[in-house]
């Protein structure tokens, strides 16, 4: 079992910067791997980035790519979304998630432990 604590999401203009922080409970945190979704209104929950237990590999969807990056601090149990360049389009809740193991998923559904989710709102 792990619980997930997201936080830093916030209003920004289009062209500014957010970092997004997930603290996770428990003492395996290393032996999850990690990822970001994001759901705006009216829409799925979609994919943004992840990364596996090790930090080795890490994943994101086209939109956010050159832009986002994900990254984690076992000791720390947090993982990170640093987002650059934001757009108005990446207006979403933005939620953490984990799954046990090395593998990753870009299927909401694949993924059984999730945070409650952080606001980010892109103005243009």
């Known amino acids: 079992q792990v619980q997930l604590v997201e936080s830093g999401g916030g209003l920004v203009q289009a062209g500014g910067s957010l970092r997004l922080s997930c603290a996770a409970s428990?003492?395996?945190?290393?032996?999850?791997?990690m990822g970001w979704f994001r759901q705006a209104p009216g829409k799925e929950r979609e994919f943004v980035a992840a990364?596996?237990?090790?930090?080795?590999?890490?994943y994101y969807v086209d939109s956010v790519k050159g832009r986002f990056t994900i990254s984690r601090d076992n000791a720390k149990n947090t993982v990170y979304l640093q987002m650059n360049s934001l757009k108005p389009e990446d207006t979403a809740v933005y939620y953490c998630?984990?799954?046990?193991?090395?593998?990753?998923?870009?299927?909401?559904?694949?993924?059984?432990?999730w945070g409650q989710g952080t606001q980010v709102t892109v103005s243009s």
């Open positions: 428990g003492r395996t945190f290393s032996s999850y791997s």
């Open positions: 998630a984990a799954r046990y193991g090395g593998s990753i998923s870009f299927s909401h559904n694949q993924w059984p432990y």
């Open positions: 990364i596996n237990w090790s930090a080795g590999n890490a």
